[in-house]
């Protein structure tokens, strides 16, 4: 049912929701879905939760990931994509937009936006996508302070702790920079960056009964694994974060393109989603029939667009 029901709105909160679906046995897979057209989308695919990159909020809005977008930014999307899709949804706060009190404030924002999960980063800025070079990384006990911060603020939001440190501390440094983060407060751990399947092993290993975050990311340092395989490995969720973006932007620039040489857009007809199968998506005829006032709307049907 739309979201202005109140009656069908989930009762527990979303980091509640978050806790237990980690509570199964299976692996929590997690697409990127920044947008609330994306989150309907996803959860129609049959996903229980959702991931929000920063990397995409900040492309969407034509910006590099390097850290240039605020707080108010993040959870305008964050909003939108709970609403939309009332699943629990895991969100970038990159390296909590300053030191603990920024990040005590980024978890209070998100947290009232709908978040149920968030993951802080151990970089200092301007930060970069993990998956790049010279990388910078913060005092792990600075980093430990705003794991900290993090916890005292949150009242259910559950906290992934980040570290970018396997590229430049090797193995020895990127756990004991988790295990620092643990003991901060942080609820699990999320090794990023990591570039060989015995690396992903070896971190699961010597990080016995830890919540663990696999990223598999496309054209990053990280080798194709599937959910199974992450899972097999020794962890407990998975993420794909800027996978639907590259998708999109991808079909955009065809679009355009196509706009350009054809004059018109129809040689890419079967490309997209017609009227009605847009207004399936957005539940477009549920809305209307809530307001008495509203005429239900006809769509078209005497055009060759297929409605």
């Known amino acids: 049912m739309p979201y ?15 806790r237990a679906l980690l509570e199964r046995p ?8 920044h947008l609330g057209i994306a989150a309907l989308l996803a959860k129609q695919a049959g996903f229980e ?26 959870a305008w999307h964050i909003r939108q994509v709970a609403r939309a899709s009332a699943l629990p949804v895991l969100v ?64 259910h939001l559950y906290l992934i ?3 970018d440190a396997a590229a430049s501390e090797g193995m020895d440094g990127a ?32 990080m016995p009964g830890v919540k663990l975050l696999a990223n598999m990311t496309e054209f990053g340092r990280t080798p194709f694994f599937t959910a199974e395989e992450f899972e097999a490995m020794g962890y407990s969720m998975v993420i794909w974060p800027v996978s639907h973006l590259r998708v999109a932007a991808r079909a ?24 009605a199968q847009l ?3 957005i539940r477009y005829h549920e809305y209307e029939a809530l307001d008495s006032t509203l005429v239900k709307t006809v769509v078209p049907s005497g055009m060759p667009q297929d409605a």
Do not use: W
């Open 252 to 275: 955009m620039e065809e679009l355009y393109g196509a706009i350009k040489s054809d004059g018109g857009t129809h040689n890419m007809l079967p490309r997209m989603q017609t009227r």
């Open 26 to 33: 299976r692996i929590l897979r997690m697409p990127g879905a």
């Open 161 to 163: 702790a980040r570290t």
């Open 4 to 18: 202005v029901i109140a009656d069908d709105l989930p009762e527990a909160p979303a980091g509640q929701r978050f």
């Open 92 to 155: 970038d706060g990159d390296t909590g937009y300053g030191e603990a009190l920024n990040v005590m404030h980024m978890v209070r924002s998100f947290e009232e936006a709908g978040a149920a999960a968030v993951h802080l980063e151990d970089q200092l800025l301007p930060k970069k996508c993990g998956h790049l070079n010279d990388k910078k990384l913060a005092d792990a006990h600075d980093m430990a302070a705003k794991v900290a911060a993090a916890r005292k603020a949150r009242r």
């Open 49 to 74: 939760a959702l991931y929000m990159s920063g990397a995409a909020m900040s492309a969407t809005m034509g910006l590099p990931d390097l850290g240039m977008i605020t707080v108010d930014d993040v």
């Open 279 to 281: 207004y399936e998506t």
């Open 175 to 206: 756990v004991a920079r988790a295990k620092l983060y643990l003991e901060a407060g942080a609820d699990a751990i999320f090794p990023e960056a990591l570039t060989t399947k015995e690396m992903f092993v070896e971190f699961a290993r010597r």
